[in-house]
């Protein structure tokens, strides 16, 4: 059995918010915009936060247990455009959680507190030795559900589970 790494047992604040990022100029397309892909890195680097800062996870996982959260399922809505050095930040919400697997919610906040982008993703903690499955530690799966727990009464998000395909009237 080994001890937390990081984090904290909570409570968890609901929605969890994860602060102090800015548009890159390398982050900016030929539209003049964010790109596309850099949407996928900016929700990695809360991602990364949240685990470290709250749950124990992530790198320090990986360095002391052998182990870390491996992304399986990732889904995006694009809503509003951001711009170079434009400041913004992330609400977090884990919907569902059990002894290997994470469900989140994410939303990209302007300045302004209007939504940017969100992201619903499945991770799954990974052993670097077999690149299979392995249960968390117990620690990390009791602050998982913790965190479950404490974000079930969040108002429901229109993106959440949401199909992808073209709408037809």
């Known amino acids: 059995m080994t001890d937390p790494l990081s984090g904290h047992d909570g409570p968890y604040d609901a929605p969890i918010e994860i602060r102090g990022f800015s548009v890159l100029p390398e982050w900016i397309d030929y539209n003049g915009h964010m790109n596309v892909g850099y949407y996928g890195v900016a929700f990695d680097l809360a991602l990364e936060k949240l685990m470290v800062e709250h ?8 360095k002391s247990l052998d182990q870390g959260p491996y992304i ?5 809505n694009f809503l509003r455009e951001v711009r170079q050095d434009q400041r913004f930040w992330f609400r977090f919400r884990m919907l569902d959680a059990d002894q290997k697997r994470g469900h989140y919610f994410a939303q990209m906040m302007s300045e302004d507190a209007e939504i940017c982008a969100t992201q619903e993703a499945l991770f799954m903690n990974v052993s670097h030795e077999t ?3 392995v249960p968390y ?3 990390a ?7 479950v727990c ?3 009464g969040l108002e429901p998000a229109p993106q959440v589970g949401q199909p992808i395909g073209i709408r037809r009237a």
């Open 137 to 139: 530690p117990d620690w």
């Open 131 to 133: 690149g299979r499955s």
């Open 150 to 152: 404490d974000h079930a």
């Open 72 to 76: 399986l399922q990732s889904h995006m």
């Open 55 to 62: 749950l124990g996870l992530g790198e320090p996982q990986v």
């Open 141 to 147: 799966a009791a602050r998982l559900a913790r965190m």
